[in-house]
């Protein structure tokens, strides 16, 4: 499966964001699909993963409450819809495919696409 996500920008403290990720190949609904971010200088850490059907979701502990993850199948395709964002969301946002829906090591998710990057000012 190929990955591309897009969506990023630059965005005022508050404000909101929607990433997608696109996916090819016709195995996307078999997949469980993640979202990771890296910060400059920092490691790549896990945000938010959905099962393959929808119907499980995982979120990293700082961004509960303010991301939402969420799949369309028919489209081939992934969101996270993030909103009261903070200066300290900004990163480069890694959309994965493959791994287990709540895996937050990086490792465990075997396909990647490349980054789009959100820039929060304050």
């Known amino acids: 499966v190929q990955l591309q996500a897009s969506g990023g920008g630059l965005v005022q403290a508050g404000g909101s964001l929607r990433l997608s990720c696109a996916a090819s190949?016709?195995?996307?609904?078999?997949?469980?699909m993640g979202w990771f971010r890296q910060a400059p200088g920092q490691e790549r850490d896990f945000v938010a993963g959905?099962?393959?059907?929808?119907?499980?979701?995982a979120y990293a502990d700082s961004v509960k409450g303010r991301f939402t993850i969420s799949r369309n199948n028919a489209k081939n395709t992934v969101f996270l819809q993030m909103n009261s964002l903070e200066p300290e969301d900004t990163a480069v946002y890694y959309c994965?495919?493959?791994?287990?829906?709540?895996?937050?090591?990086?490792?465990?998710?075997?396909?990647w696409g490349k980054g789009t990057l959100v820039t929060v000012s304050s």
């Open positions: 190949g016709r195995t996307f609904s078999s997949y469980n």
């Open positions: 959905i099962s393959w059907s929808g119907g499980s979701t």
């Open positions: 994965a495919a493959g791994g287990p829906t709540a895996a937050k090591v990086r490792e465990n998710w075997p396909h």
